[in-house]
């Protein structure tokens, strides 16, 4: 084979026929860190120029440069900076002409609330945040109609399933002609790893700090442990399955004693023994059936509702390995078998490649 001329082939496929797409990055913590790396690994490759980055901020600072950040130098740079970060610094940094894409790598409120905006501008949003998608329906709504309004597209890959093709798959159904019945599945990453490592002998709160620091949890490990992480993600999923459910409508079975639900995100780390007791008794009657524990989503009917189960053994749900989500959907086409996707649900670097993945696909519309 002649190698040479497959790199003259390959290049203009991935290259940049286009200028680079500018590119603002909001969160520098575990996902968003990962972003920076990855996008330092394409260093010299054809990808490199499909991105610039002008911008990056998180909470405390942001470094905006209209010829671009070297990526492996921004978070050096962002510590240095003097400026407080804005959401209008975002807008200043991508003002002007060409394909322009903000990276969502919080867990923002504020942050979400703006998605909007950036659509009706057409600028493409790219999220981990499930909040823009995933709490009220006139949000979700609003995201549409922005996106449409602005001609800008919204990567959600990396909400549900850290990067998996689910949200791609129900859709490419959908735009099939298929109908979704139903979808059950384990939906978190850390509570499936929590599971996947409970043995009802370690306390379940070590798991939880040992989970939390390797970057599955939320930034509140709360959010997970409450069915809250999972909630949004079902609700993403119901909506894009053309279910489109309130909030309130999803039936949330908590693990998050009410004792540990109140205290401030700084007085947690020392509480969450209280999580141990009551886990231990619901393994050990699990252990008794020969059953397993899962947390599990569940859409059927327009009904929906999220919390642990015990399984047997060989059920279906009861597989996998690490931090795997495992999601089965049952739809005209998939009647008695569902169709199963699998793979690791949580961990920064499969989030980094989900949302990367979709601002190249958006940058390349
Ligand atoms: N961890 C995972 O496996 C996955 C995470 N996600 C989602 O990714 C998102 C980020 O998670 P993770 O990286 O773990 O969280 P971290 O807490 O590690 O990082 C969050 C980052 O957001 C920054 N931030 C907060 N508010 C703002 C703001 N207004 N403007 C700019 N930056 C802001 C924080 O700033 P500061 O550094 O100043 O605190 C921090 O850098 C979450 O929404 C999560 O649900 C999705 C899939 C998987
Ligand atoms: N905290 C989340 C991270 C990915 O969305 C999870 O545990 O799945």
Same mark, same amino acid.
């Given at each position: 084979m002649n190698l040479a001329a497959v790199e003259v082939v390959r290049e203009p496929a991935i290259g940049a026929r286009h200028a680079p797409a500018r590119v603002a990055l909001l969160g520098t913590g575990t996902v968003g860190s990962a972003v920076l790396s990855r996008l330092a690994s394409w260093e010299a490759t054809p990808f490199e120029r499909r991105v610039r980055l002008v911008h990056v901020a998180n909470s405390r600072h942001a470094v905006s440069e209209r010829s671009g950040l070297a990526p492996a130098e921004a978070s050096q740079r962002l510590a240095l900076a003097p400026q407080h970060g804005t959401l209008e610094a975002v807008d200043a940094a991508l003002h002007g002409d060409g394909v322009r894409v903000v990276i969502d790598a919080t867990a923002?409120? /504020?942050?979400?609330? &703006?998605?909007?905006?950036? %659509?009706?501008?057409? /600028?493409?949003?790219a999220t981990a945040c499930k909040i823009g998608q995933g709490t009220s329906l006139s949000r979700w709504r609003a995201i549409r109609t922005a996106s449409a309004l602005g001609g800008a597209g919204y990567g959600d890959s990396a909400t549900v399933g850290a990067g998996l093709p689910l949200l791609r798959s129900l859709r490419e159904l959908r735009e099939g002609g298929d109908r979704i019945h139903a979808i059950a599945g384990v939906l978190s990453g850390s509570l499936a790893w929590l599971f996947n490592h409970y043995d009802g002998m370690r306390p379940f709160s070590a798991l939880v700090r040992q989970a939390r620091d390797a970057g599955y949890t939320e930034p509140d490990p709360r959010d997970d442990l409450s069915g809250e992480d999972v909630r949004r993600k079902l609700l993403i999923l119901a909506r894009t399955a053309g279910v489109e459910l309130e909030a309130d409508d999803v039936a949330v079975s908590s693990l998050v004693p009410q004792a540990l639900a109140i205290l401030s995100k700084e007085a947690l780390d020392g509480a969450l023994p209280a999580l141990d007791a009551p886990l231990r008794e619901r393994f050990a009657t699990a252990y008794k059936h020969g059953e397993? %524990? &899962?947390? /599990?989503? &569940? %859409?059927q009917d327009g009904r929906a509702r999220v919390g642990l189960e015990s399984l047997p053994s060989d059920h279906p749900l009861a597989g996998g390995a690490g931090t795997d989500n495992r999601v089965a959907i049952w739809s005209d086409r998939y009647p008695d078998q569902p169709l199963v996707i699998q793979g690791p649900g949580a961990g920064a670097q499969v989030t980094a490649a989900g949302l990367l993945d979709d601002v190249l696909r958006l940058s390349a519309r």
């Open positions: 923002s409120e /504020i942050v979400a609330e &703006r998605h909007a905006h950036w %659509l009706a501008q057409g /600028i493409h949003v397993k %524990l &899962r947390f /599990i989503a &569940r %859409l």
